[in-house]
């Protein structure tokens, strides 16, 4: 597609159980990062996948937080054993890794997850 | 380690005025570019401009300028002739380059909610 897509848009679920969260980067995108957008707050930096380097996971909250990429298309973040604090929109940019930091990201819509 | 901050968690402007956003960083990284997004109540975030760290020159794209201060490490966004329709959060963010060349991590700070005033 022209954009990125994220999958579902909404999703709620009861507490204890797990989600997977999928990211469509834009195609020949080499960079992918997941944020987490609570209520009327910033954007907080999740992990960040940059082509075939190890990807940085410095911002997982907890080890119930993981994500994959397969080479350079899809991804899924998935959260075992969700609680209400999970509960936010979970949003997925991607954008061209090239030899310069001028290249801005690309949003997806977003995941709305909330936990009951 | 790298850090926005943004000051000002909420900001009112007559429609017409201009009106300044702050945001100062924080990297050790020995390039970077610095970014401003928008993001209206819809939830889609919007690019808005760019600042590489090596530009001799302000950023400018339409009605949104950046006020680059390398020595302070600010980059303060300007929006002239203020609308209606820019009331939105908005987001200044960041990413580095190291010295083994590699393209690091793209940072935001927490935002500031702009309110344009009729």
């Known amino acids: 597609g022209a954009g990125v897509s994220q999958s579902p848009s909404n999703k709620v679920t009861e507490k204890g159980k797990d989600v997977e969260l999928r990211c469509d980067p834009i195609s020949g995108h080499t960079a992918l990062y997941w944020y987490r957008q609570r209520l009327g707050q910033g954007l907080e930096f999740l992990i960040y996948f940059q082509g075939n380097s190890a990807p940085d996971k410095s911002g997982l909250p907890s080890d119930r937080f993981s994500a994959e990429r397969t080479g350079e298309s899809v991804s899924t973040l998935t959260i075992q054993r969700t609680q209400q604090e999970d509960s936010a929109v979970y949003l997925c940019a991607s954008s061209f890794r090239g030899q310069a930091a001028n290249t801005e990201a690309f949003f997806g819509q977003g995941t709305r997850l909330t936990v009951v | 380690a790298q850090k926005i901050t943004q000051t000002q968690p909420g900001m009112f402007v007559q429609e017409k005025e201009a009106v300044t956003l702050d945001c100062t960083y924080d990297?050790?990284?020995?390039?970077?570019?610095l970014f401003w997004y928008k993001q209206p109540s819809s939830g889609e975030m919007i690019f808005l401009i760019y600042?590489?760290?090596?530009?001799?020159q302000n950023a400018t794209e339409g009605r949104y300028s950046l006020n680059f201060q390398k020595a302070r490490k600010s980059a303060n966004l300007v929006i002239s002739a203020s609308q209606l329709g820019d009331s939105a959060m908005y987001f200044c963010a960041m990413r580095g380059f190291n010295y083994g060349g590699s393209q690091g991590n793209l940072i935001f700070g927490k935002g500031t909610k702009l309110s344009v005033k009729p």
């Open positions: 990297t050790s990284d020995p390039s970077y570019g």
């Open positions: 600042q590489g760290s090596y530009d001799q």
